[in-house]
């Protein structure tokens, strides 16, 4: 049973506000007939500012997939050192106690993955094992601490660190211009999160059960059409509606491994897929609104950061001082397939 | 402790004999000044013919990124579905009974995963819990069944399947021309494999201990660079070298965990990155030849086919019947990083 320690979370260097990301699309589409709805569709995700890797004008004039698959690389490496170095502080550990590296992106692709460039550049072992996960999307993150907890089972005293990185902005289309186009525009931030999980001691989110749940024929709700100019994000609507159905495995998940209603839980851990999922979730696990504060912060402060949110969230938790030991508490996540991966423990200190 | 069984291969229908290959390149650069020496090259490739997911006429002509993505995502689905039913039979086990899909691939790139795909195209159970792997190249397949015993020593009576699935010849670069280029056109080939392990009973190689190593600063040895045509593979010789380097470790690895030198060991399945490779991992481990000899055939009957050779291998030594009872193994493969990714365990019955 793994303890996930406080995440640490490096943000890129520049930053967007809402107003700006908006002249920016207007700018981009100046005819398109549907500004009205789009404006206020861009105004309710809630979103007020994200953190972006290179300067918008850079993003919007799309230097080609090649060029943006170079920047990815260089960027995933320089930011992800930042947060591993404060991640094993946190945890109290040396890189060399690593025994796992978990990498989670979705938002571009490299090989040799960023585990192998990470065992390089930091003093790991060389027998450190590597696990890159680059295709579940959102969901990345919650599964990448579900196969660290399952590590952790496997071996008793191991630690696992799990760096997610996103860089939404490198996958920015400037030409495409469905509604859910901008929509995603105006959504998705970049950040980069390292999180220890320790199996001995430590303070923090104990994972103690796990599971995962698709929807089966929904491969179309969240998916990438791979094209020359690289990754292109598409979101059906019906994705808003996956909740009400993955609410009740939910809420079975937490009456059968913590043996409480979901209501009674004392915290939660949810990816930020957009506001109308948080408002789902509120409505349909019967939870206080008040208990998806930090998620809704995240979101209004950083956007959707994709693997890297429930990271995001959870290190607010720890900000917020506000947990006590014996706590319990959910994690979740939503991404591709369509899937929702999740998992239930204990606070520990 | 989980069991591998019987893989289930699939091979495209389209088939290229290296003559056929060697014209096929020629035509596209006849005024190569190199000619002679990339003719002896391909000869030592010692690669006979390959199988290739379409006519190679459609492969040189290069349908851009975006077409073969499409491709990719289509045959991937069709393969993967014929080799997972025979491998679900192999294992005498039905869909409902599997509890994690790994799914290797690094010749593509697809959101959802086929983990995805499959969950919902055969009756998984809608809780199967997905583990795509996309970045670990020639390594993934040894490191799929590594995470996947892992699994079964967290989880005792769990089902994993393993689908590996790579279509090499989607990355052709017909413009590509440095040596190394013409080496990887006539090497690598298209398969697919599908692989149950299982924790309780079953006739196969019981994963016993794993290791991973990765030689740091060679991420330049095997890597791709991603371009607007999609994923271009770079070769740099000094991976030649590599093996004088981790056979030490492999021999260690066994050593320790098996308690016998590897010349003592009764069977190995080894990843066929080329002959050289296979030449090496003979000198250096101090076995005999004869011992690569499955290795060597499927390198010679479908050429390197990345993360699925350790499973042709594999399903090459339940062919042959020459396994008892009690026999100790070795399972290795490599990849960028420069991984070596390794388990050893025992043949029940």
Redesign the interface.
């Known amino acids: 049973m793994g303890i996930l320690t406080k995440p640490a979370i490096v943000r890129p260097q520049y930053r967007i506000t809402q107003d700006e990301m908006v002249d920016v699309l207007q700018r981009l589409h100046p005819n398109h007939p549907d500004w009205s709805k789009i404006n206020r569709m861009i105004r309710n995700t809630q979103v007020n500012e994200r953190y972006i890797v290179r300067p918008i004008e850079e993003i919007i004039a799309h230097s080609?997939?090649?060029e943006r698959?170079l920047i990815y690389k260089e960027e995933m490496r320089r930011l992800s050192v930042q947060a591993v170095e404060q991640a094993l502080e946190n945890a109290e550990l040396e890189a060399f106690q690593i025994d796992l590296i978990i990498v989670t992106s979705?938002t571009?692709?490299?090989?040799?993955?960023l585990?192998?460039?990470l065992?390089?550049d930091l003093p790991f072992r060389?027998?450190?094992?590597?696990?890159?996960?680059?295709?579940?999307?959102c969901a990345a993150g919650a599964?990448a601490i579900?196969?660290a907890a399952?590590?952790c089972?496997?071996?008793p005293g191991a630690n696992v660190l799990i760096v997610s990185a996103e860089l939404c902005s490198l996958c920015f289309q400037p030409a495409e211009s469905a509604i859910s186009d901008f929509v995603s525009a105006a959504l998705f931030g970049d950040s980069v999160s390292a999180c220890v999980m320790k199996s001995t001691s430590g303070t923090g989110f104990q994972v103690e059960s796990n599971?995962?749940?698709?929807?089966?024929?929904?491969?179309n709700y969240?998916?990438?059409?791979?094209?020359?100019?690289g990754?292109h994000f598409v979101l059906d609507k019906q994705v808003m509606y996956t909740i009400e159905t993955v609410a009740p495995?939910m809420r079975e998940f937490v009456e059968e491994t913590v043996q409480r209603a979901p209501s009674d839980l004392d915290f939660f851990v949810f990816h930020t897929g957009g506001r109308r999922i948080l408002d789902e979730l509120v409505k349909h696990l019967g939870i206080a609104e008040q208990r998806v504060a930090l998620s809704r912060e995240s979101l209004a402060e950083c956007g959707n950061l994709s693997s890297v949110v429930v990271f995001d969230v959870l290190a607010r938790l720890f900000e917020a001082g506000t947990r006590s030991p014996g706590d319990k508490g959910l994690l979740a996540a939503f991404g591709?397939?369509f899937?929702a991966e999740m998992c239930a423990g204990t606070w520990v200190e």
């Open positions: 080609r997939f090649e698959s979705c571009g692709f490299m090989m040799p993955s585990t192998a460039y065992i390089s060389e027998q450190t094992k590597q696990l890159p996960i680059a295709q579940l999307g599964s579900n196969r399952e590590y089972e496997a071996f599971a995962s749940y698709l929807i089966k024929h929904t491969e969240i998916a990438y059409d791979v094209k020359d100019t990754f495995v591709p397939g899937t």
